[in-house]
């Protein structure tokens, strides 16, 4: 099937709308995820996701479930632009001598897409996670100070992502933003390698290998089913790098040096299954995130848009 050919402004629209519709509809499941995988064996705070969202919305209201919502609403646009039109260009230069890519060549431009998009995504997801990770924080810090002086009760302001941002370029410079790149790397490159191809293959099956984009539900399950797949195939590493982009914590078994130090910490004190905290939640992110995305990507939104320009 011939690869579709769009112009770059209106790939980078399409990503835009589709990650700003998909993170405003998810964020709450993905905050109810980071707080998941964050927590230790001896301190849990919650024990589903679904109490995680009922507790954040008993202290912080229903707008606690957003927070860090700014930050990801900012930088998901050039994120899931970068992401979905580097796939689209390495797609076309690797088709160029052949009718149909093979599956070896839909996956590297995968991983190409994959590499692209850490450029923005580490940032992001450094900010996004401790934000989100605050009322946990803060949570526990009132549990602890239970029974003890009146101060420990009064419950603290969180943090800003421009005050987070300038504490963590205070103390590290532009490498205190790219904490946990290599984990990402990790993450999303394996990530895009199966999802692209599976998605293109199950798009391509549901429309009966005709050419051209499908109808637009073909192109949301397709989204769904390989969004879901390829988050649980690489959720261990989602673990490892939230532990490590998550606020210092003060036990020395709860801080990290890098990604060996982090597996070795979480096997020896939590168990394999702890590389499984938040699966579901992930999953119950992506399925919907890239359903989304791809839906906006091949009803041609950001084709409407630039046609209608002056």
Known sequence: ???RQISLPAKLINGGVAGLIGVTCVFPIDLAKTRLQNQQNGSRLYTSMSDCLVRTIRSDGIFGMYRGAAVNLTLVTPEKAIKLAANDFFRHHLSQDEQ?????????AGC????CQVIITTPMEMLKIQLQDAGRIEAQRKM?????????????????????????????????LYKGLGATLLRDV??????????????SWGCGGSEGPG??????????I?????????NPVDVIKTRLQSLTRGCQEDTYTGVA??????????????????AYCRALVIAPLFGIAQVVYFLGVGEFIVSHLP
Do not use: W
């Not at 800003?160 to 370029?169: F, N, P």
């Not at 394996?190 to 798009?203: E, G, K, Q, V």
């Not at 109808?215 to 769904?224: E, I």
């Open 1 to 3: 099937m011939a690869e």
């Open 261 to 278: 130090d982090c597996i070795r910490k979480i096997l020896r004190n939590e168990g394999p299954s702890a590389f499984l905290k938040g």
């Open 112 to 115: 190409g897409a994959g590499t």
């Open 215 to 224: 109808p637009f539900y073909v192109s949301f399950v397709s989204g769904c």
């Open 226 to 234: 390989a969004g879901s797949t390829a988050a649980v195939a690489v």
């Open 190 to 203: 394996p990530f895009s390698i199966i999802y692209f191809p599976l998605f293109a293959n199950l798009n």
């Open 144 to 176: 602890a100070g239970a029974g003890g002086p009146l101060g420990d009760h009064v419950k603290r302001k969180p943090p800003t992502a421009l005050q987070l941002s300038r504490e963590l370029l205070k103390r590290r410079g532009i490498a205190g």
């Open 100 to 108: 149909k890519l093979t599956l070896f060549r839909e996956m590297l």
